[in-house]
């Protein structure tokens, strides 16, 4: 199938639905040193680094799907971020299966930590990929 344009594709925003998406903006916003960066209509947005925006809206409590979202860090936002959910006494794992609490893994040479946000989201930081950087 031919190649319809020319700009390669690129992963741009996703909603995340929340129980208050004032909230649960802010609580990324702080956690991870980031600005909201617009409003309009049901959203509030947050962009990451890399120009993708994480678009929050207010949704009914029981309409929440809970969902895994995943965030590389730099070792500083990383020690960051895990003092604040320590200091908010945000309960935290070292595994997505919650075996272990109150701990972060070390896998791949590097740090991760999984916990939920307000809206009950899975979340996971990690300051390497998956597998180990590239060689």
């Not at 947050?46 to 995943?70: R, W």
């Not at 020690?79 to 945000?90: K, P, S």
């Not at 919650?98 to 946000?117: A, C, S």
């Amino acid at each position: 199938m031919p190649r319809r344009h020319s700009l390669p594709v690129e992963f741009n925003h996703t909603i995340v639905h929340a129980r208050d998406n004032r909230e649960s903006a802010r609580f990324f916003t702080e956690l991870l040193g980031l600005d909201i960066t617009t409003e309009w209509g049901p959203f509030i947005a947050v962009a990451l680094s890399n120009g993708v925006t994480l678009d929050f809206a207010t949704v009914p409590e029981d309409s929440i799907t809970p969902q895994h979202y995943a965030f590389l860090v730099s070792e500083e936002e990383f020690d960051a971020a895990y003092a604040l959910i320590t200091r908010r006494g945000i309960e935290h794992y070292a595994d997505p299966h919650r075996r272990r609490p109150g701990t972060i893994n070390h896998n791949d040479g590097g740090r991760g930590v999984y916990f939920t946000d307000p809206s009950g989201h899975a979340m996971e930081l990690i300051t390497v990929p998956y597998g180990g950087w590239p060689a």
